[in-house]
């Protein structure tokens, strides 16, 4: 017998199919390039979608590109489009071709995340070649100081590079990568790394069975730098001499925007701050290339293809929040290769099980305990994994119940950690690591191990933090946990080192190249560097660990030694201020350190220990240079009676023997966050 509890469970289900729409679907009912085909080489074209969805959407946009006889690749991953009229638009996808001649196809599919319906188009776009003699053409970029040079196609089994060197100025030429040969297709570089306003003359190297044959020169030249960009400026306090690694004369620079002392890379609400470009420039800070977007940018790292993968502003899935929401690789010239956002990577996370990764504005007012967010992409993304995977870390919050840390509000707890997310060649997650799921003591992390300093974070965003979601109507305070700022892909060892500003840490996580035992990789934490960690220090200087540390990785492709920038907080913090492990010296400036670690022993020793002589409150970097000097960067320094903090770009030669060095190169800068020494822009470290 059918009882009315399930009568009225007919009813309602009855009446949700009748009042559904007859054919609830998803539409596409324009794609529309600014420019028609076909286009030259190197040409800016602008795609814009329309779609219709019956369902409530929101309804979101993915690009592909399909380079001739090639098969589609990710260009732009799933992103909100905007609502008008009942007609759903893409947000605009900007397209620059600039490697190969042919036909292309571009797909744009559409997608309800909520109903899961999705829909398709392709098109194709006929791109005709720069070059259409015998001899190559350097044709301006949208950066002026970067040249597209085309040269006609070469033999198979050729390679082919490009040299290029100023024709009035005595400086040494500079060779691209080869590149091989594809016929019938022409052969196309991006050449940065000039000055502005120079004539450069550049012409074709094609090697054969070992022999070089040279096309005919061509002269650019470059443009000034414009007006309207603010390009930062340098004070020379130690100039380069023979002690200096002239050898990589470049230093490409990510420039914070102003703000206070350990401000978040890429996340300083723009206002009416300067906004700076990320910018390389010789020894003395004379500018060779740059990169501006108008929006907070940050490089994570330089890749040996001419491209870089950065840190962006824009809108992604949380309407309330877009301060790092892009993962973006960029070229030479400022054209956007691929881009992915937060709010599908929450998605494909979810879909892998990652229960902490929720949109922070999906969830609930006052937070429940146990709910997490995810807020921004921060500090770092590399590529040097096996396949060309990507790894990148971003910023998660979880409510823990009242007493976590010490908290003696009574209140629920907001706890900010993170997450390393993996992404395969096609920027699609295909392995994380959650810190809250390695929360449990050691030897993995400890929940209720705050932050060596006590460092907290407010609501909507303060120092040093990510935006933070959560606290309203529990504890005010987030606890800053971890405060990640560092990848590094260990070749040898197939693992990953995480650095952790607030807990003096670097650690190992047994990443395995994504596979452990014909599965996922544990990301079990396999060892803690720093002070209350799993490494004895081999020093007789009673504070010989480094801490609130940054930019830390093994050089000599995993060789070794482990550089890092000891920015020093802990250690020269107001005495009496102890982590149980070390206690606060009250002096000390920031330190410049290179390591040898023994992993058998558990032991670490001191290569380089070098007083960098100031106290570098936040942000660094640490390298080793190609004639056995270190570079280092000294960031968030405070000058007395100046409202803003600046940066020192460094380079240290050893001092045989012993733990100090002597300085060799010294640059005042403004605010940075991580600089790169490189031979020339093609060629950056692997560290």
């Known amino acids: 017998m059918e009882t009315s509890e399930n009568r009225l469970l007919h009813f309602v289900a ?120 015998s001899a190559p053409v350097a044709a301006p970029t949208a950066n002026p100081l970067v040249a597209l040079f085309s040269a006609p196609s070469c033999a198979a089994g050729s390679t082919m590079a490009v040299r290029f060197q100023p024709q009035s100025i005595g400086l040494p030429p500079t060779t691209t990568p080869f590149m091989k040969c594809h016929p019938p297709a022409t052969m196309n570089f991006e050449i940065a790394g000039m000055y502005p306003s120079v004539t450069y003359q550049m012409v074709a190297e094609t090697q054969t069975a070992g022999k070089i044959s040279l096309s005919t020169p061509v002269s650019f030249t470059t443009g000034p730098l414009p007006a309207n960009v603010p390009f930062p400026s340098y004070t020379v306090n130690i100039p380069a001499s023979a002690e200096t690694d002239t050898a990589e004369p470049i230093v490409l620079q990510s420039v914070l925007v102003p703000g206070p002392p350990g401000g978040l890379p890429g996340a300083q609400p723009a206002g009416s701050l300067v906004i700076y470009p990320v910018v390389a420039t010789d020894l003395s800070g004379h500018v ?83 709910s997490a967010c995810l807020d921004i992409f921060h500090h770092d993304a590399i590529q040097t994994l096996p396949n060309g995977d990507t790894a990148l870390l971003v910023s998660v919050e979880k409510v823990f119940p009242p007493g976590t840390q010490g908290d003696t509000t009574g209140l629920p707890v907001d706890v900010v950690g993170d997450f390393i997310v993996v992404l395969n060649a096609n920027w699609q997650v295909n392995w994380y690591f959650d810190t809250f799921q390695h929360d449990t003591g050691a030897p993995q992390l400890d929940i209720n191990r705050p932050a060596v300093l006590g460092e907290t974070c407010t609501a909507p965003q303060s ?121 606060g010296a009250g002096t000390g400036n920031s330190r410049g350190m290179a390591l040898n670690i023994d992993e058998t022993s558990m032991t670490v020793t001191a290569v380089l220990s070098a007083d960098l002589g100031s106290k570098a409150l936040g942000d660094g970097s640490a390298q080793l240079l190609s004639n056995g000097s270190y570079s280092f960067l000294a960031s968030d320094v405070i000058v007395p009676g100046d409202v803003d903090v600046v940066s020192y770009l460094l380079e240290t030669l050893p001092t045989p023997g012993a733990e100090s060095g002597t300085p060799v190169l010294n640059l005042g800068a403004p605010n940075e966050y991580r600089i790169w020494r490189m031979p020339n822009m093609f060629q950056p470290p692997t560290t």
């Open 463 to 583: 120092g040093g933090c990510p935006p933070i979601f959560l606290t309203a109507g529990i504890s005010p305070l987030a606890k800053s946990w971890l405060h990640a700022n560092c990848l590094y892909y260990w070749p040898q060892d197939k693992d990953l080192l995480f650095s952790s500003r607030n807990q003096d840490w670097v650690m190992k996580i047994d990443y395995n190249d994504g596979v452990h035992s014909g599965g996922l990789g544990t990301g079990n934490i396999l060892w803690r560097m720093g002070p209350c960690g799993d490494f004895t220090f081999n020093s007789s200087d009673p504070w010989p660990w480094f801490s609130h540390q940054h930019d830390a990785g093994m050089e000599n492709n995993g060789a070794g030694p482990l550089t890092v920038f000891d920015n020093g907080n802990t250690r020269y913090s107001q005495p009496g201020v102890s982590t149980g492990c070390m206690e």
């Open 14 to 133: 009855l009446l949700a199919v009748l009042c559904a729409p007859a054919y609830a679907s998803v539409q596409i009912t324009a794609v529309s390039p600014s420019a028609k085909s076909p286009q030259l080489l190197g040409t800016r074209v602008t795609w814009t979608v329309t779609a219709t969805d019956s369902n409530a959407g929101p309804l979101t946009f993915q690009f592909n590109v399909a380079v001739p006889a090639q098969s589609f690749a990710l260009a732009r991953d799933f992103n909100v489009g905007t609502l008008g009229a009942g007609v759903w638009t893409s947000q605009p996808f900007v397209w620059t071709p600039t490697g190969v001649e042919g036909v292309y196809k571009i797909e744009v599919v559409a997608k309800d995340f909520a109903s899961g319906e999705t829909a398709s188009k392709t098109l194709l776009f006929q791109v005709n070649p720069l070059v259409t003699g």
């Open 288 to 370: 060779v290339w740059y990169y501006y977007s108008g929006k907070p940018t940050i490089v994570t790292r330089p890749l040996p293809n001419g491209t870089m993968l950065t840190l962006q502003d824009g809108v992604s899935w949380n309407p309330s929040l877009t301060q790092a929401q892009l993962l973006r690789q960029v070229d030479f010239a400022g054209n956007v290769i691929r881009e992915t956002n937060l709010g599908v990577i929450a998605q494909q996370l979810r879909a892998l099980g990652a229960v902490d990764a929720q949109m922070c504005n999906t969830v609930a007012t006052p937070a429940p305990i146990g």
